[in-house]
């Protein structure tokens, strides 16, 4: 079932149905070119993370503004990315099991495609999905640089892990994916600052060992938006992953940042209705979990001073109204902040793309749902 957009072209953005989200295009396009802007010069590529938007037309754009290609974390993502015609597509994560890694190597016959290993029983497993495609794959080793989620162990682990890749002839060692999730909300800037450079030490010292070990070395990727400016400062990355700065979230909003950090805006919002007004004290708006995600937080309401979420369910957020402030209408329609961008956009099929308060574009959130 194709699910209709909530608003069409030339439509205000009153109009538009609620649960809904809303793309400020103006504050996306001054984003994607205040990266721009950041990386210029510098010699390091961006490599934007596409988990955050799942989206190609966004893909395009941000390649269209000199991205070399986009992250993923899922082969369903990456197939909807690439069906959508983007043609460089890293997937930034490990893939295991028979049947993902031959969806990974066809993939490989229309795009360039790279994954990323951490276990030398995993290299096999990949070499023989690419041998069976008649392909040859990038492969990245990940290294654990302090997030401790996925990753071969710095150092003598890695090069393990590498030099499986390096003998493999249906595998091209394409460097090390260095990424620290936790780091991005670090909330002081001195605080993120120290994680990165342990970060950044562990990152020196494997590529180190490898290249000595006369394996060529020849990319290390990897930062998010809350890190990127320390591992571009850092000389050790050559390509940096974020994602998020596209849109913002409330969560990242809660980061102390400083002049090295572009001010990025925030462009993306849900769009609600006041649904229930029962009390002066207490709104209901028709969004809540089944739109907007709270795992980092509840939803704050935009430039809208005296509303504080207080509680969620699937159909429903609440908001106390303070003492003094303005009490919503019934069937006012707010603008929410999502406390995490990433899942909140997984939950849509539409970007509604405002400029000005007139819808410009509906673009699908491609791979929605693409979790596989």
Known sequence: MTISA??????????????????????FERNVARMADAL????????PHAK???????ALRQMAAGAVGVCCQKVSEAEALVAGGVPDVLISNEIVGADKL?????????????????????VADVAAAAERAGVRLDALVEVNVGGNRCGADALAPALAVARAVADSRHLRFAGLQAYHGSAQHVRTVADRRDVITRAVELVRSTRALIEQSGIPCETVTGAGTGSFP???????????????????DADYNRNEFDAAWPPFEQSLFVWSTVMSRSAAVRVVVDAGLKSVSVDSGLPQVWQQDGLTCVSDSDEHFVFAVAPGAATPALGEKLLLVPGHCDPTV??????????RGVVEALWPVSARGATR
């Open 6 to 27: 909530p608003g069409a072209v030339g439509m205000p953005l009153a109009a538009v149905d609620t649960p809904a989200l809303i793309l400020d295009l103006d504050a």
């Open 40 to 47: 210029r010069g510098s010699g390091v590529r961006l490599r």
């Open 52 to 58: 955050s938007h799942k989206c190609a037309e966004i």
């Open 102 to 122: 031959d969806r990974v190597a066809a993939l490989a016959r229309g795009a360039r495609i790279a994954v990323c290993v951490d276990a030398v029983e995993n």
């Open 230 to 248: 320390l591992e571009l400062a850092s000389g050790a990355y050559d390509e940096v992953q974020p994602g998020s700065y596209i849109f913002m």
């Open 346 to 355: 997984n939950l849509h099929d539409w970007f509604v793309c405002v400029r």
